[in-house]
């Protein structure tokens, strides 16, 4: 596989901004990036600092909105995009119940644009690979595992709309014969996450002391993945899936949020106690549970192991120690998020 323009959307968020790290660091990815991100609240420029000086002839950012298929169009055409790696999504579930008509439009109605201007351009276009989610699938009682072929059963309204991208991009592929792939992932931590999903903000909050808000009975269960390992799947993907083809991704680490939330708090008490003496267990503080939270996810990634060979490699032990680690040392990124700074910078550079 060939690639010379690969437009990543949502490069600046938590998964796109490491993935495009990763990607310009591999000796098998030799063409460019075209970074194609609106910068919502959760874009931040900062994730990818430093990166247009590295790497010049090979990084560009265009600021758009995947919801616009004008623009879509328009730089499909100026960039010769012949491959998308689609990531840009609102993607937290607390704010799809609080405000879900931006998930509709970002994650049907952008995906759709996408598909429509990779259509467009269909001569010489090689892959539209599609990041989805587990949360798709609905919840598991204790026992089982979700398949390729689990039945879509969505519960909240991000997991609605990223099921129905899902299977918009699917359809495409079948009807269109479009190159597509699709992933769906477990839960990522790692550097660069937003502090508004659980194991960042449970990281700041127990540092400064805050209370740590939990829901429900702190027993629902997720499976947790690097960031760093998910790129990686999503690269072995792109390279050798097939096409039309769905696979799962998993990290083999299934954990109840309470055992997570107990963990975070002893690492942080172990590196510097808190003023006051008291074990930052004692913030934990149960809240209202989530309406319609899903209790539990695992993953089965066989297919992904089996017919391309990929393993996760960091055990969550050593990942949440190094994210721990680096949440402490880049407190510079963490204070101009906390403070919406980059929002200013956005305003200065793009004259709004
Ligand atoms: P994120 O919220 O950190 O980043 C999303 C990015 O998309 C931001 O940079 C934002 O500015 C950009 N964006 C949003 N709306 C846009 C629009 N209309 N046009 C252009 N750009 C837009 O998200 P993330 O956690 O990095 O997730 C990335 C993808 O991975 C999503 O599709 C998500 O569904 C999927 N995913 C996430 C996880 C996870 O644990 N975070 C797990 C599995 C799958
Ligand atoms: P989150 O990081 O929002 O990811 P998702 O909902 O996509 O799985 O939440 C992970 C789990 O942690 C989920 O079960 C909800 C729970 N949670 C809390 O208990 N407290 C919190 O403050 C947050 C943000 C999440």
Redesign the pocket.
């Known amino acids: 596989m060939n690639i010379q323009n690969l437009m990543v959307t949502g490069g600046c968020g938590f998964i796109g901004s490491n993935f495009i790290r990763y990607l310009l660091g591999r000796a098998d990815f030799t063409g460019r990036i075209i970074n194609v991100d609106t910068l919502t609240y959760a874009g931040n420029p900062d994730n990818l600092k430093g990166i247009e000086n590295d790497y010049p002839d090979r990084y560009l950012f265009e600021r758009a909105d995947i919801c616009d298929l004008g623009r879509m169009e328009e730089i499909f055409s100026r960039h010769g995009i012949d491959a998308v790696c689609h990531f840009a999504a609102e993607s937290?579930?607390?704010r799809s119940i609080k405000d879900p008509g931006a998930f509709i439009y970002t994650n049907i109605v952008g995906t759709f644009n996408l598909l429509e201007a990779a259509r467009a351009h269909a001569e010489g276009f090689v892959l539209f690979h599609h990041i989805s989610t587990d949360?798709v699938y609905g919840s598991l009682g204790p026992e089982g595992l979700f398949t390729e072929t689990t039945p879509y059963s969505p519960n909240s309204p991000y997991s609605a709309a990223k099921a129905s991208s899902d299977h918009l991009v699917r359809a495409y592929g079948a009807t269109y014969g479009l190159p597509i792939t699709v992933s769906n992932c477990s839960?990522n931590y790692g550097n660069y996450q937003f502090p508004?999903?659980?194991?960042p903000?449970i990281v700041l909050n127990a540092k400064e002391g805050e209370k740590l808000?939990?829901?429900g009975d702190?027993r629902?269960v997720?499976d947790w993945l690097y960031v760093e390992d998910h790129c990686d799947a999503i690269w072995t993907i792109m390279r050798s899936g097939r096409r039309g083809e769905t696979y799962n991704i998993g990290g083999n680490m299934e954990m109840e949020?309470i055992t997570i939330v107990e963990m975070i708090c002893d690492i942080l008490d172990e590196i510097e106690g808190l003023s006051t003496g008291a074990p930052r267990r004692d913030l934990i503080t149960f809240v209202k549970d989530?309406p319609g939270?899903d209790r539990r996810y695992a993953i089965d990634f066989t297919k992904l192991r089996e017919e391309l060979g990929w393993m996760p490699s960091e055990s969550f032990e050593s990942g949440i120690r190094k994210t721990i680690s680096w949440y402490l040392e880049n407190s510079e990124w963490v204070r101009r998020v906390k403070n919406n700074e980059y929002h200013s910078w956005i305003s200065k550079q793009y004259g709004e």
Not at 196 to 199: A, G, P, W
């Open positions: 937290h579930v607390d949360e839960n508004e999903k659980l194991i903000l808000p939990v829901y702190g629902n997720r949020n989530r939270h």
